[in-house]
C-alpha cells in the first residue's frame, strides 16, 4: 500500500506538482476573496433591507392571524 504511495509520488515531474500547487493556491485565494465580498447571495445594502422588511411584515402578519384566529386577542 505505501510502496504504491511513493511510486505514485516520485512518478510526477517537479513542472506537474508546482502547478498543482498554484492552482490550488489560486483557489484559495478566490475563496478569501470571495468571502471578504459585500454581498450576500449576490444582493445589494438596499435589497436586503428590502427583504429582510418583507419577511418581518409576513411573520407579523401571519402571527396577528393566528392570534386572531385562536381567539387569544380580539378587536
Known amino acids: ?3 504504491e ?3 505514485n509520488n516520485d512518478a510526477g515531474s517537479f513542472d506537474e506538482k508546482n ?3 498554484e492552482s490550488e493556491r489560486g483557489r484559495r485565494s478566490r475563496r478569501h476573496a ?3 465580498s459585500p454581498r450576500f447571495m ?3 445594502a438596499r435589497q436586503r433591507f428590502i427583504l429582510s422588511m418583507m419577511l418581518l411584515l409576513a411573520v ?3 402571527g396577528s392571524m393566528c392570534l ?3 381567539g387569544k386577542i380580539a378587536f
Open 1 to 3: 500500500m505505501f510502496d
Open 5 to 7: 504511495l511513493v511510486d
Open 19 to 21: 502547478t498543482l500547487f
Open 34 to 36: 470571495s468571502a471578504a
Open 42 to 44: 449576490g444582493m445589494t
Open 60 to 62: 407579523c402578519s401571519l
Open 68 to 70: 386572531l384566529i385562536t
